[in-house]
């Protein structure tokens, strides 16, 4: 199974901050890596998928890189609605893994 | 606007059976891909199962051999039959959708609310 590792598994920032979360998987994924927010008490929400293209509808303060076994979501200016948790996925192939999970807080 | 409404998560008995439906409206349901993906405090996130829409079928490890996925496209409908329950079974079950028409990508685009699954004595 691919094992994907997130960090921080928590972070502290204020409105405004550029913000960046890592994701490395335990092999080569190529650009198959989704991420996703999760708001208390809902479900998670696509963001970015293949790493880096923009899901539609989602804010273009949210950013994706990376390939290969290292990634990163860039929230580039916090707003408060963006006080969540963060988590990564590989699409690769099955068993499909998420990442333990990120979680933004305020500062 | 896609909805994807679970239902059938109760309290049950370790070693218990238990299925879950998923309810799909405002999309094309028999092009996509479906999944169950369940989530506890304790492990995160964790993908359960898939069906792709002819019917082509993978289950994570620690489900294979005690869950079956199905699905009713007459219905616009998605099941979880769940046999063996055990303690570690417990969770907030997903219904989600794949991203892509027609393809399987393993793109998670829309998500249920979760029905909850309590394995217990």
């Known amino acids: 199974d691919i094992q994907m590792t997130q960090s921080p598994s928590s972070l502290s920032a204020s409105i405004g901050d550029g913000v960046t979360i890592t994701c490395r998987a335990s092999?080569?994924?190529?650009?198959?890596l989704n991420w996703y927010q999760q708001r208390p008490g809902k479900a998670p929400k696509l963001l970015i998928y293949?790493?880096?293209s923009l899901q539609s509808g989602v804010p273009s303060r949210f950013s994706g890189s990376g390939s290969g076994t290292d990634f990163t979501l860039t929230i580039s200016s916090l707003q408060p609605e963006d006080f969540a948790t963060y988590y990564c996925?590989?699409?690769?192939?099955?068993?499909?893994?998420f990442g333990g999970g990120t979680k933004v807080e305020v500062k | 606007e896609v909805q994807l409404v679970e239902s059938g998560g109760v309290l049950v008995q370790p070693g218990g059976s238990l299925r879950l439906s998923c309810a799909a409206s405002?999309?094309?349901?028999?092009?996509?891909?479906m999944h169950w993906v369940r989530q506890t405090p304790g492990t995160g996130l964790e993908w359960v199962s898939f069906?792709?829409?002819?019917?082509?079928?993978d289950y994570a490890d620690s489900v294979k051999g005690r869950f079956t996925i199905s699905r009713d496209n007459s219905k616009n409908t998605l099941y979880l039959q769940m046999n063996s329950l055990r303690t570690e079974d417990t969770a907030l079950y997903y219904c989600?959708?794949?991203?892509?028409?027609?393809?399987?990508?393993?793109?998670?685009?829309?998500w249920g609310q979760g029905t909850l699954v309590t394995v217990s004595s």
């Open positions: 989600v959708k794949d991203r892509v028409r027609e393809y399987t990508d393993y793109d998670f685009d829309s």
């Open positions: 405002g999309f094309t349901f028999d092009a996509f891909t």
């Open positions: 069906i792709s829409r002819d019917g082509v079928t």
């Open positions: 092999q080569s994924i190529n650009s198959d």
């Open positions: 293949a790493a880096s």
């Open positions: 996925q590989q699409s690769y192939g099955t068993p499909l893994t």
